[in-house]
C-alpha cells in the first residue's frame, strides 16, 4: 500500500472513529429513529448528487429488492441499533464493540456457506468474546445500566456480518451502487417509523452541525474513500481500516467528551481488535492455519 493510499486508510479510519462521537452527542436529543433517518437521507442524497457527477445508475427495476434487503440489515437496523445503545454508553465502547464485526462476519460465513474456520480463527474468536467480557465486565456504569444496549451494539455489529456476507451473493453489483441503493431503502424503510417517534428534545445548532456531519462526513463520504480504497488496494487491505477505527473512537472519546480512559478499557479494546486481526487472517501466521 502505497503513501496516498495508507493516509486515506487513516483519514478513513479517523472518520469512522468519528462516527461514534456524533452519534453520542446527537442521539439522546433526536432519539435514534430521527437521528438514523436524518442520517441515511443525508447520505443518500449526498450520493445521489455524486452519482450524477459520475454518471452512476441505480438500475433499481433489476436490483430494486436487493437494496432493500441490504438497506434493512446492513444499514437501517445497525445504524438504529447503534443510535439506541449510543444514548447510555460510551463512544470509546461503541467503537472497539463495532471493532467485533469481522468476527461476527466470519460465524455468518461458516454457517452460510459451510466454510471451515482454521485454529487461528477460532482462536481470534475467542480472543474476541474474552475482550468483550473484559470491556463489559470491568465498566460497572455498564453493567449496572446498559445491558440491552451493550446486547444492542453486538447485535448491531452481527447485521454487518450478515450484510457483508449477503453482499457477495450479488458481486454483480458494484460497490458504490450497494451504498447508494441501500442507503435509500433505509431512508424509506425508517421514515414511517420516524413518523410515529417525533424528537426527543429540541436540537440546537452544533446538535444539528453533529448530524450533517454523521451522514454527509460519516456516511456518504466515507463510503466513496472506502470504495477508493477497494479499487486501488483490494478488499482485503482495505478491511484492515477495522483495527484503526477503535482508536480513533477512543480518542475522539477522550478528547471531545471526556470519557473515561483506564487499562482495562484498553486491554480490552487490543484483545479485540487482536482477535479481529487472528479471525481476519491479517496476521501472517501460516502455521496456525
Same mark, same amino acid.
Given at each position: 500500500?502505497?503513501?496516498?493510499?495508507?493516509?486515506?486508510?487513516?483519514?478513513?479510519?479517523?472518520?469512522?472513529?468519528?462516527?461514534?462521537?456524533?452519534?453520542?452527542?446527537?442521539?439522546?436529543?433526536?432519539?435514534?429513529?430521527?437521528?438514523?433517518?436524518?442520517?441515511?437521507?443525508?447520505?443518500?442524497?449526498?450520493?445521489?448528487?455524486?452519482?450524477?457527477?459520475?454518471?452512476?445508475?441505480?438500475?433499481?427495476?433489476?436490483?430494486?429488492?436487493?437494496?432493500?434487503?441490504?438497506?434493512?440489515?446492513?444499514?437501517?437496523?445497525?445504524?438504529?441499533?447503534?443510535?439506541?445503545?449510543?444514548?447510555?454508553?460510551?463512544?470509546?465502547?461503541?467503537?472497539?464493540?463495532?471493532?467485533?464485526?469481522?468476527?461476527?462476519?466470519?460465524?455468518?460465513?461458516?454457517?452460510?456457506?459451510?466454510?471451515?474456520?482454521?485454529?487461528?480463527?477460532?482462536?481470534? /474468536?475467542? +480472543? $474476541?468474546? @474474552?475482550? %468483550?467480557?473484559?470491556?463489559?465486565? =470491568?465498566?460497572?456504569? &455498564? #453493567?449496572?445500566?446498559?445491558?440491552?444496549?451493550?446486547?444492542?451494539?453486538?447485535?448491531?455489529?452481527?447485521?454487518?456480518?450478515?450484510?457483508?456476507?449477503?453482499?457477495?451473493?450479488?458481486?454483480?453489483?458494484?460497490?458504490?451502487?450497494?451504498?447508494?441503493?441501500?442507503?435509500?431503502?433505509?431512508?424509506?424503510?425508517?421514515?414511517?417509523?420516524?413518523?410515529?417517534?417525533?424528537?426527543?428534545?429540541?436540537?440546537?445548532?452544533?446538535?444539528?452541525?453533529?448530524?450533517?456531519?454523521?451522514?454527509?462526513?460519516?456516511?456518504?463520504?466515507?463510503?466513496?474513500?472506502?470504495?477508493?480504497?477497494?479499487?486501488?488496494?483490494?478488499?482485503?487491505?482495505?478491511?484492515?481500516?477495522?483495527?484503526?477505527?477503535?482508536?480513533?473512537?477512543?480518542?475522539?472519546?477522550?478528547?471531545?467528551?471526556?470519557?473515561?480512559?483506564?487499562?482495562? /478499557?484498553? +486491554? $480490552?479494546? @487490543?484483545? %479485540?481488535?487482536?482477535?479481529?486481526? =487472528?479471525?481476519?487472517? &491479517? #496476521?501472517?501466521?501460516?502455521?496456525?492455519?
Amino acid at each position: 500500500m502505497g503513501i496516498k493510499n495508507l493516509l486515506i486508510l487513516f483519514l478513513l479510519a479517523a472518520i469512522w472513529g468519528a462516527s461514534f462521537l456524533f452519534m453520542r452527542i446527537s442521539a439522546p436529543i433526536f432519539g435514534p429513529i430521527t437521528l438514523i433517518e436524518y442520517r441515511v437521507a443525508s447520505a443518500a442524497l449526498a450520493l445521489l448528487l455524486f452519482s450524477f457527477l459520475l454518471n452512476k445508475k441505480l438500475q433499481l427495476t433489476k436490483y430494486g429488492v436487493h437494496y432493500l434487503k441490504l438497506g434493512f440489515i446492513n444499514t437501517a437496523l445497525p445504524f438504529l441499533l447503534f443510535a439506541y445503545a449510543a444514548q447510555t454508553l460510551s463512544a470509546s465502547l461503541l467503537s472497539v464493540l463495532n471493532a467485533s464485526s469481522p468476527i461476527w462476519g466470519a460465524v455468518v460465513a461458516k454457517i452460510w456457506y459451510k466454510k471451515p474456520l482454521s485454529l487461528m480463527q477460532t482462536f481470534g /474468536m475467542f +480472543l $474476541g468474546v @474474552l475482550g %468483550v467480557a473484559i470491556l463489559v465486565g =470491568f465498566d460497572q456504569n &455498564a #453493567l449496572v445500566n446498559s445491558n440491552l444496549a451493550i446486547f444492542a451494539t453486538l447485535m448491531a455489529s452481527f447485521c454487518y456480518g450478515i450484510g457483508s456476507n449477503y453482499s457477495q451473493t450479488r458481486k454483480e453489483v458494484e460497490p458504490y451502487a450497494n451504498a447508494h441503493g441501500s442507503l435509500w431503502a433505509a431512508t424509506i424503510i425508517i421514515l414511517p417509523l420516524m413518523l410515529a417517534f417525533p424528537h426527543v428534545q429540541q436540537p440546537t445548532t452544533p446538535i444539528w452541525m453533529s448530524v450533517i456531519a454523521l451522514g454527509v462526513l460519516c456516511t456518504a463520504f466515507a463510503y466513496i474513500l472506502y470504495f477508493k480504497l477497494i479499487v486501488e488496494v483490494g478488499a482485503q487491505s482495505a478491511l484492515t481500516v477495522t483495527f484503526l477505527i477503535p482508536v480513533f473512537g477512543v480518542l475522539w472519546g477522550r478528547v471531545f467528551l471526556h470519557e473515561l480512559l483506564n487499562w482495562q /478499557m484498553i +486491554l $480490552g479494546a @487490543l484483545i %479485540v481488535v487482536l482477535g479481529t486481526a =487472528f479471525v481476519t487472517q &491479517a #496476521l501472517p501466521l501460516r502455521r496456525f492455519k
